[in-house]
């Protein structure tokens, strides 16, 4: 790979809400807000190729990203009408626990107090768990052969990313991102960021 382009997916029915969901299962849509979000994301990567869109398990990424791609059909992208889609697991949402289906205010309120490695009750994951599944996608991802990949993810999956590949470690409240707006990595940024979390998941400590 040679660059990577992540986006969060548009704004879904769960955000509308204000509620938790990382369950696939529960099958969140996106507003129409969101789909309109997909498809101006579309049209601001008419002119970029892309050889590979990456999605996680959930839904909501899976129809920003059908609407990314037919959008860019529609616009007369070379490429769009035979993008590979790819769907990467380990990229998922937090599993919540006892906070699925509840409120954003109620899991920040546990999150802000509790240690990296804690697991979130109710058979959720630790933040120091999701560094390490994300860890191990995003250096799957970087050693992908195709040279442009499109990766529609979730907020804070992809602050982690970020956050490393500018040599930072999460911190306790990760800053959400906004829905559907390109941000672009190097390859070798999204590598060391990839590594960044994987040597914090072993032993994480919160960066003030």
Do not use: K
Request: net charge neutral; charged share 20%; glycine share 12%.
């Amino acid at each position: 790979m040679r660059e990577l382009i992540v986006a969060r997916h548009g704004e879904s029915a769960a955000s509308v809400l204000g509620v938790m969901n990382g369950d696939a299962a529960a099958g969140v849509a996106l507003t129409a807000a969101g789909r309109e979000q997909a498809r101006l994301l579309g049209e601001a990567l008419r002119a970029t190729r892309i050889d590979l869109c990456v999605v996680t398990g959930l839904p909501r990424t899976q129809e920003t990203a059908r609407i990314v791609l037919a959008t860019r059909v529609g616009g007369g992208a070379t490429d769009a009408g035979a993008t590979p889609v790819l769907v990467l697991p380990s990229l998922d949402e937090v599993r919540f626990g006892a906070w699925e289906g509840r409120s954003l205010d109620e899991y920040r309120t546990w999150a802000l107090t509790a240690g990296p490695a804690e697991p979130c009750p109710g058979g959720g994951e630790s933040r120091a768990g999701i560094a390490a599944r994300l860890a191990a996608g995003f250096a799957s991802l970087a050693g992908r052969p195709e040279a442009t990949v499109l990766c529609i993810g979730h907020s804070l999956p992809l602050r982690y990313l970020l956050d490393a590949a500018a040599g930072l470690v999460p911190a306790a409240r990760a800053e959400r991102l906004p829905y559907a707006e390109p941000l672009r990595l190097t390859a070798a940024a999204v590598a060391s960021g990839a590594a960044l979390l994987a040597a914090w998941a072993a032993a994480p400590a919160w960066r003030s």
